[in-house]
């Protein structure tokens, strides 16, 4: 914050911490609808067939199928379905990924383990 000589730095309220946070909030959800990776969760990586999240230098998503011979973009979007949840596009397999300690549980088969995985030592 720049101080102009024999002024007081201006006092941010929470008002204006509401107003940016929404403005910022609008700003993410049109990056979204452009398909730029707004960072808000890890990579995903599909261990049932092998589809990958990556970003592009200028900061796209895209996904790939993994061992492939070039990383072009497939066109396939895994599909949030609650919370940290995710459907492969690819294989339909479920993805769940836990963002409280950054951890990820990788993919069941399609058909398998419809209910998301709740890392309560039942394995």
């Given amino acids: 914050m720049k ?8 006092k941010v309220g929470m008002g204006d911490l509401h107003a940016l946070a929404r403005r910022l909030g609008e700003a993410k959800g049109q990056a979204r609808a452009l398909g730029i990776f707004t960072d808000d969760r890890e ?7 092998g589809l990958l999240e ?26 949030e379905v609650e919370g940290m949840c995710f459907i492969c596009p690819a294989c339909g397999a479920t993805l769940t990924v836990e963002d409280e300690d950054g951890r990820r549980v990788g993919a069941e088969p399609a058909g398998v383990g419809k209910t998301p995985h709740t890392g309560s030592g039942d394995e």
Avoid: N
């Fill in 54 to 79: 990556d970003v592009t230098i200028e900061g796209v998503l895209i996904t790939y199928l993994k061992g492939g011979s070039q990383q072009k973009d497939s066109g396939l979007r895994f599909k």
């Fill in 43 to 49: 990579l995903l990586a599909c261990s049932a067939c």
């Fill in 3 to 10: 101080k102009e000589k024999g002024s007081a730095p201006k």
